[in-house]
């Protein structure tokens, strides 16, 4: 099955650096990878997604990029403020199994002010 | 529009206890997904339904069983209770059995002692 490595698992940037988290996978047959937030009592949050016809989708201070070749892809975020600490969670899934996600074992971010 | 319900909020059960979770969809969202997540890990997908019938599993035990009604609401329920059970368990659904994009409700935490 699905194998999804994610470095670093803890991170600690200043507020306004960037902050660069990534993640490995085994299957090459998937083809969506969402990164989600998870703050502290709360469930995962949707922040951004990719799919494999794409190579690189930005939102606002937010942007991923898929590397299908060497299987890994990247979430970056710019202009960090201290309301971005949280844990982030990369995952791979397959459109034919949609739904069921392999997930990374998480990023702990940390923007201290 | 409400977002992804799950009850309890926590819940303390003692090993060999059966246990039972329950979880609302977003509305307009028919498809529900179980995960579970051990304290500093990624969730691992337990099993998806749709139709009122189990479509996909993990790799978890029979003791994971499932159910969904007519109205798409699901329940979790895990029997003879391990330590090991101790985790967040976390719902998502999605507009269809197709769809990538899944909203996470905010998870039950369960504790076995």
């Known amino acids: 099955g699905e194998n999804v490595e994610q470095h670093p698992s803890t991170l600690s940037v200043q507020e306004g650096d960037s902050a660069v988290i990534k993640c490995t996978y085994s299957?090459?047959?998937?083809?969506?990878f969402p990164w989600y937030k998870q703050e502290l009592g709360k469930g995962p949050q949707l922040i951004i997604d990719?799919?494999?016809?794409?190579g690189e989708k930005k939102d606002q201070r937010i942007a991923v990029t898929l590397n299908k070749t060497a299987k890994h892809f990247s979430l970056h975020i710019t202009e960090t403020q201290p309301e971005d600490s949280a844990v982030y969670f990369c995952?791979?899934?397959?459109?034919?199994?949609?739904?069921?996600?392999?997930f990374g074992d998480g990023t702990t971010l940390t923007v201290k002010p | 529009d409400a977002g992804v319900t799950q009850s309890p909020t926590h819940l303390i059960k003692t090993r060999g206890q059966q246990v039972t979770l329950r979880c609302s969809p977003k509305?307009?969202?028919?498809?529900v997904s179980w995960y579970q997540q051990a304290l500093g890990q990624g969730p691992q997908f337990i099993f998806q339904?749709?139709?009122?019938?189990?479509?996909q599993r993990g790799n978890f035990p029979d003791r994971f069983s499932g159910h969904q009604f007519p109205n798409y609401s699901s329940e979790l329920n895990v029997n003879a209770l391990l330590l090991g059970d101790s985790a967040l368990y976390l719902c998502?659904?999605?507009?269809?059995?197709?769809?990538?994009?899944?909203?996470f409700g905010p998870g039950t935490r369960l504790t076995v002692l």
């Open positions: 990719i799919r494999s016809n794409v």
């Open positions: 509305s307009g969202h028919d498809t």
């Open positions: 299957d090459s047959a998937s083809n969506y």
């Open positions: 339904y749709y139709e009122e019938e189990e479509r």
């Open positions: 995952a791979a899934s397959i459109n034919t199994n949609a739904g069921k996600s392999t």
């Open positions: 998502a659904s999605t507009p269809s059995p197709s769809t990538d994009t899944q909203y």
